[in-house]
Protein backbone atom coordinates (compact mmCIF):
# COMPACT_ATOMS: atom_id res chain seq x y z
CA UNK A 1 0.00 0.00 0.00
CA UNK A 2 2.82 2.33 0.99
CA UNK A 3 4.43 1.50 -2.31
CA UNK A 4 1.43 2.15 -4.25
CA UNK A 5 0.87 6.16 -2.73
CA UNK A 6 4.33 7.13 -3.22
CA UNK A 7 4.13 5.69 -6.88
CA UNK A 8 0.72 7.62 -7.42
CA UNK A 9 2.47 11.18 -6.05
CA UNK A 10 5.49 10.58 -7.68
CA UNK A 11 2.98 10.25 -11.06
CA UNK A 12 1.58 13.37 -10.19
CA UNK A 13 4.22 15.61 -10.62
CA UNK A 14 4.46 15.87 -14.77
CA UNK A 15 0.98 16.22 -14.51
CA UNK A 16 1.41 19.44 -12.77
CA UNK A 17 4.18 20.13 -14.73
CA UNK A 18 2.08 19.23 -17.87
CA UNK A 19 -0.91 21.72 -16.61
CA UNK A 20 1.63 24.62 -15.53
CA UNK A 21 2.87 25.03 -19.13
CA UNK A 22 -0.09 24.41 -20.86
CA UNK A 23 -2.57 26.83 -18.65
CA UNK A 24 0.61 29.39 -19.09
CA UNK A 25 1.00 28.88 -22.65
CA UNK A 26 -2.27 29.56 -23.69
CA UNK A 27 -3.29 32.57 -21.45
CA UNK A 28 0.02 34.41 -23.42
CA UNK A 29 -0.82 33.00 -26.67
CA UNK A 30 -4.64 34.28 -26.19
CA UNK A 31 -4.06 37.16 -28.13
CA UNK A 32 -4.69 39.88 -25.65
CA UNK A 33 -2.21 42.44 -24.03
CA UNK A 34 -2.98 42.55 -20.59
CA UNK A 35 -1.44 46.16 -20.22
CA UNK A 36 -4.01 47.30 -23.16
CA UNK A 37 -6.86 45.31 -21.49
CA UNK A 38 -6.48 47.55 -18.40
CA UNK A 39 -6.22 50.85 -19.78
CA UNK A 40 -9.72 49.97 -21.77
CA UNK A 41 -11.50 48.88 -18.82
CA UNK A 42 -10.04 52.18 -16.82
CA UNK A 43 -10.99 54.19 -19.84
CA UNK A 44 -7.46 55.78 -20.10
CA UNK A 45 -4.99 56.13 -22.68
CA UNK A 46 -1.48 56.35 -23.16
CA UNK A 47 1.51 57.03 -25.32
CA UNK A 48 3.56 53.93 -26.83
CA UNK A 49 6.22 54.36 -24.13
CA UNK A 50 4.43 54.09 -21.41
CA UNK A 51 3.05 51.03 -22.21
CA UNK A 52 6.05 49.25 -22.87
CA UNK A 53 7.32 50.46 -19.83
CA UNK A 54 3.97 49.01 -18.06
CA UNK A 55 4.99 45.99 -19.97
CA UNK A 56 8.48 45.79 -19.01
CA UNK A 57 7.63 46.13 -15.30
CA UNK A 58 5.29 43.22 -15.32
CA UNK A 59 7.91 41.29 -16.99
CA UNK A 60 5.65 40.61 -20.09
CA UNK A 61 8.36 41.86 -22.60
CA UNK A 62 10.49 38.85 -22.25
CA UNK A 63 10.16 35.57 -23.88
CA UNK A 64 7.73 33.05 -23.22
CA UNK A 65 10.18 30.25 -21.78
CA UNK A 66 12.14 32.97 -19.80
CA UNK A 67 8.84 34.11 -18.44
CA UNK A 68 7.36 31.01 -17.69
CA UNK A 69 10.40 29.53 -15.90
CA UNK A 70 10.80 32.49 -13.89
CA UNK A 71 6.99 32.21 -12.62
CA UNK A 72 7.30 28.49 -11.79
CA UNK A 73 10.84 29.37 -9.77
CA UNK A 74 8.34 32.11 -7.74
CA UNK A 75 5.96 29.21 -7.39
CA UNK A 76 7.92 26.18 -6.40
CA UNK A 77 8.85 29.23 -3.50
CA UNK A 78 5.44 30.18 -2.45
CA UNK A 79 5.48 33.31 -4.56
CA UNK A 80 2.08 33.59 -6.61
CA UNK A 81 3.19 36.89 -7.95
CA UNK A 82 1.33 40.15 -8.40
CA UNK A 83 -2.76 41.01 -9.35
CA UNK A 84 -1.98 42.96 -12.64
CA UNK A 85 -5.25 45.00 -11.65
CA UNK A 86 -5.16 45.35 -7.99
CA UNK A 87 -0.94 45.68 -7.28
CA UNK A 88 -2.31 42.68 -4.16
CA UNK A 89 0.22 39.58 -3.88
CA UNK A 90 -2.14 36.68 -5.18
CA UNK A 91 -1.42 34.14 -2.46
CA UNK A 92 -3.12 35.84 0.30
CA UNK A 93 -5.99 37.21 -1.96
CA UNK A 94 -6.62 33.95 -3.11
CA UNK A 95 -6.36 32.37 0.31
CA UNK A 96 -9.67 35.03 1.07
CA UNK A 97 -11.47 33.43 -1.25
CA UNK A 98 -11.28 29.99 0.11
CA UNK A 99 -13.51 29.99 3.79
CA UNK A 100 -16.66 30.81 1.10
CA UNK A 101 -15.71 28.05 -1.38
CA UNK A 102 -15.16 25.27 1.75
CA UNK A 103 -18.51 26.49 3.07
CA UNK A 104 -20.55 26.61 0.44
CA UNK A 105 -18.61 22.93 -0.80
CA UNK A 106 -19.48 21.51 2.38
CA UNK A 107 -23.39 22.58 2.43
CA UNK A 108 -23.94 21.61 -0.86
CA UNK A 109 -22.13 17.84 -0.45
CA UNK A 110 -24.37 17.77 2.75
CA UNK A 111 -27.42 18.54 1.37
CA UNK A 112 -26.89 15.88 -1.76
CA UNK A 113 -26.02 13.28 0.64
CA UNK A 114 -28.94 13.93 3.02
CA UNK A 115 -31.31 13.88 -0.41
CA UNK A 116 -29.98 11.43 -2.63
CA UNK A 117 -28.92 8.90 -1.06
CA UNK A 118 -31.71 7.92 1.08
CA UNK A 119 -34.31 8.89 -1.83
CA UNK A 120 -32.04 6.53 -4.16
CA UNK A 121 -31.95 3.48 -1.79
CA UNK A 122 -35.91 4.08 -1.22
CA UNK A 123 -36.50 4.46 -5.22
CA UNK A 124 -34.81 0.83 -5.91
CA UNK A 125 -36.32 -1.22 -2.80
CA UNK A 126 -39.48 0.14 -4.26
CA UNK A 127 -38.66 -0.60 -7.68
CA UNK A 128 -41.08 0.10 -10.23
CA UNK A 129 -43.58 1.20 -7.20
CA UNK A 130 -45.33 4.56 -7.20
CA UNK A 131 -42.65 6.12 -4.94
CA UNK A 132 -40.02 4.89 -7.73
CA UNK A 133 -42.10 6.31 -10.55
CA UNK A 134 -42.35 9.89 -8.53
CA UNK A 135 -38.54 9.97 -7.45
CA UNK A 136 -37.64 9.59 -11.31
CA UNK A 137 -39.65 12.09 -12.29
CA UNK A 138 -38.34 14.38 -10.00
CA UNK A 139 -34.96 13.39 -10.91
CA UNK A 140 -35.74 14.01 -14.16
CA UNK A 141 -36.95 17.22 -14.05
CA UNK A 142 -34.20 18.29 -11.40
CA UNK A 143 -31.82 17.06 -14.10
CA UNK A 144 -33.75 19.27 -16.61
CA UNK A 145 -33.50 22.72 -15.08
CA UNK A 146 -29.92 24.75 -15.59
CA UNK A 147 -28.40 25.90 -12.39
CA UNK A 148 -28.82 29.46 -12.92
CA UNK A 149 -32.74 28.84 -13.28
CA UNK A 150 -33.25 27.10 -10.37
CA UNK A 151 -30.64 30.36 -8.57
CA UNK A 152 -33.25 32.54 -9.64
CA UNK A 153 -36.42 30.95 -8.98
CA UNK A 154 -35.32 30.07 -5.60
CA UNK A 155 -34.37 33.67 -5.43
CA UNK A 156 -37.60 35.14 -6.68
CA UNK A 157 -39.63 32.93 -3.95
CA UNK A 158 -37.34 32.69 -0.95
CA UNK A 159 -35.68 35.97 -0.96
CA UNK A 160 -37.97 38.41 -2.49
CA UNK A 161 -41.69 37.03 -2.35
CA UNK A 162 -41.18 35.64 1.01
CA UNK A 163 -38.21 37.52 1.88
CA UNK A 164 -36.50 34.41 4.28
CA UNK A 165 -33.36 35.12 2.70
CA UNK A 166 -30.96 37.66 1.29
CA UNK A 167 -31.07 38.90 -2.14
CA UNK A 168 -27.35 38.96 -2.69
CA UNK A 169 -24.79 36.74 -0.17
CA UNK A 170 -23.96 39.03 3.19
CA UNK A 171 -20.88 37.48 4.18
CA UNK A 172 -20.60 33.56 4.99
CA UNK A 173 -23.51 33.46 7.03
CA UNK A 174 -25.96 30.75 7.01
CA UNK A 175 -28.88 32.73 5.82
CA UNK A 176 -26.34 33.75 3.01
CA UNK A 177 -24.99 30.00 1.92
CA UNK A 178 -28.48 28.53 2.11
CA UNK A 179 -30.00 29.42 -1.38
CA UNK A 180 -26.70 29.03 -3.21
CA UNK A 181 -25.90 25.27 -1.62
CA UNK A 182 -30.00 24.15 -2.11
CA UNK A 183 -29.07 25.45 -6.01
CA UNK A 184 -26.27 23.39 -6.22
CA UNK A 185 -27.82 20.21 -4.23
CA UNK A 186 -30.61 20.35 -6.46
CA UNK A 187 -28.82 19.56 -9.46
CA UNK A 188 -26.46 17.24 -8.15
CA UNK A 189 -28.92 14.88 -6.12
CA UNK A 190 -31.10 15.12 -9.04
CA UNK A 191 -28.48 13.44 -11.30
CA UNK A 192 -26.67 11.33 -8.14
CA UNK A 193 -29.91 9.33 -7.04
CA UNK A 194 -30.30 7.82 -10.13
CA UNK A 195 -26.94 6.50 -9.90
CA UNK A 196 -27.32 5.47 -6.34
CA UNK A 197 -30.95 3.59 -7.16
CA UNK A 198 -28.62 1.74 -10.23
CA UNK A 199 -25.76 0.89 -8.34
CA UNK A 200 -28.02 -0.48 -5.19
CA UNK A 201 -30.25 -1.94 -7.79
CA UNK A 202 -27.16 -3.81 -9.34
CA UNK A 203 -26.42 -5.37 -5.95
CA UNK A 204 -29.71 -6.16 -5.36
CA UNK A 205 -29.98 -8.95 -8.37
CA UNK A 206 -26.86 -10.88 -7.13
CA UNK A 207 -26.65 -14.43 -6.30
CA UNK A 208 -25.58 -13.40 -2.27
CA UNK A 209 -28.51 -11.25 -1.89
CA UNK A 210 -30.89 -14.14 -3.31
CA UNK A 211 -29.05 -16.32 -0.70
CA UNK A 212 -29.03 -14.52 2.22
CA UNK A 213 -33.26 -14.12 1.64
CA UNK A 214 -33.29 -17.80 1.30
CA UNK A 215 -31.49 -18.34 4.70
CA UNK A 216 -33.81 -16.13 6.58
CA UNK A 217 -31.52 -12.76 6.72
CA UNK A 218 -33.47 -9.82 7.58
CA UNK A 219 -33.40 -7.85 4.58
CA UNK A 220 -32.44 -4.63 6.48
CA UNK A 221 -29.28 -6.96 7.73
CA UNK A 222 -28.42 -7.57 4.02
CA UNK A 223 -29.38 -4.05 2.67
CA UNK A 224 -26.93 -1.85 5.20
CA UNK A 225 -24.28 -4.45 5.73
CA UNK A 226 -23.64 -6.00 2.17
CA UNK A 227 -25.61 -3.57 -0.64
CA UNK A 228 -25.03 -0.91 0.49
CA UNK A 229 -21.22 -0.78 1.41
CA UNK A 230 -20.65 -2.99 -1.94
CA UNK A 231 -22.43 0.19 -3.32
CA UNK A 232 -20.28 2.88 -1.72
CA UNK A 233 -17.35 3.03 -4.06
CA UNK A 234 -19.69 4.07 -6.96
CA UNK A 235 -21.37 6.35 -4.21
CA UNK A 236 -18.01 7.61 -3.03
CA UNK A 237 -16.69 8.40 -6.93
CA UNK A 238 -20.13 10.78 -7.18
CA UNK A 239 -19.26 12.48 -4.47
CA UNK A 240 -15.16 13.10 -4.69
CA UNK A 241 -16.10 14.28 -8.20
CA UNK A 242 -18.68 16.60 -7.06
CA UNK A 243 -16.43 17.77 -4.60
CA UNK A 244 -13.40 18.90 -6.63
CA UNK A 245 -15.97 20.75 -8.82
CA UNK A 246 -17.34 22.61 -6.24
CA UNK A 247 -13.85 23.40 -4.73
CA UNK A 248 -12.95 25.02 -7.63
CA UNK A 249 -16.11 27.07 -7.14
CA UNK A 250 -19.11 27.12 -9.45
CA UNK A 251 -18.70 30.43 -11.14
CA UNK A 252 -22.88 31.44 -12.46
CA UNK A 253 -23.93 30.47 -9.22
CA UNK A 254 -21.48 32.16 -7.02
CA UNK A 255 -22.15 35.28 -9.56
CA UNK A 256 -25.54 34.87 -9.18
CA UNK A 257 -25.71 35.40 -5.64
CA UNK A 258 -22.34 37.10 -5.37
CA UNK A 259 -21.20 34.75 -3.21
CA UNK A 260 -17.48 35.65 -2.53
CA UNK A 261 -15.47 32.35 -3.80
CA UNK A 262 -12.75 31.60 -6.07
CA UNK A 263 -15.42 30.75 -8.86
CA UNK A 264 -16.46 34.70 -9.01
CA UNK A 265 -12.51 35.55 -8.10
CA UNK A 266 -12.06 33.46 -11.51
CA UNK A 267 -15.04 35.27 -13.48
CA UNK A 268 -13.35 38.82 -12.33
CA UNK A 269 -9.96 37.94 -13.05
CA UNK A 270 -10.83 36.73 -16.49
CA UNK A 271 -12.96 39.60 -17.52
CA UNK A 272 -9.52 42.15 -16.69
CA UNK A 273 -6.98 39.53 -18.01
CA UNK A 274 -5.71 39.55 -14.61
CA UNK A 275 -2.83 36.83 -15.80
CA UNK A 276 -1.41 35.68 -12.05
CA UNK A 277 -4.48 35.47 -10.17
CA UNK A 278 -6.08 33.18 -13.39
CA UNK A 279 -2.89 31.04 -12.82
CA UNK A 280 -3.81 30.60 -9.28
CA UNK A 281 -6.97 29.12 -9.85
CA UNK A 282 -5.88 26.79 -12.46
CA UNK A 283 -3.20 25.51 -10.75
CA UNK A 284 -6.07 25.23 -7.87
CA UNK A 285 -8.00 23.40 -9.66
CA UNK A 286 -5.28 21.15 -10.81
CA UNK A 287 -4.23 20.63 -7.55
CA UNK A 288 -7.55 19.89 -5.95
CA UNK A 289 -8.55 17.11 -9.07
CA UNK A 290 -5.60 15.67 -8.96
CA UNK A 291 -5.79 15.02 -4.83
CA UNK A 292 -9.28 14.17 -5.18
CA UNK A 293 -8.22 11.58 -7.83
CA UNK A 294 -5.75 10.37 -5.29
CA UNK A 295 -7.56 9.61 -2.45
CA UNK A 296 -10.26 8.39 -4.52
CA UNK A 297 -7.98 5.73 -5.56
CA UNK A 298 -6.76 4.70 -2.35
CA UNK A 299 -10.66 4.51 -0.61
CA UNK A 300 -11.47 2.08 -3.58
CA UNK A 301 -8.45 -0.40 -2.02
CA UNK A 302 -10.35 0.33 1.23
CA UNK A 303 -13.82 -0.38 0.36
CA UNK A 304 -13.35 -3.08 -2.12
CA UNK A 305 -11.76 -6.04 -1.05
CA UNK A 306 -11.71 -7.14 -4.91
CA UNK A 307 -9.70 -3.96 -6.05
CA UNK A 308 -7.31 -4.45 -2.91
CA UNK A 309 -5.96 -8.36 -3.44
CA UNK A 310 -6.41 -8.25 -7.33
CA UNK A 311 -4.20 -5.78 -8.04
CA UNK A 312 -0.32 -6.31 -8.32
CA UNK A 313 0.63 -3.61 -5.63
CA UNK A 314 1.96 -4.96 -2.33
Known amino acids: ?30 GSDTVQQKMENTGSSAPQEVIDAARAELGLDKPFLTQYFAWLGNLLRGDMGRSYVSGREVFPYFVSKLPATLLLTAASILLTVVISIPLG ?98 FSVTMWRSVFKASLVTILTLLTLSTGSLLGGTAIVESIFMWDGVGKMAVDAIHMRDYPVIQAYVMWMAIIYVLVNLVTDLSYRVLDPRIRLGGMEP
Open 1 to 30: MKNYVVRRLLQLIPILLAITFLSFGMMRLA
Open 121 to 218: VLAAVKQNSAADYLIRVCSFVGNSMPNFFVALLLMYLFAIRLDWFPVIANGTGLQSVVLPAVTLAIAMSAKYLRQVRAAILDELSKDYVTGARARGVK
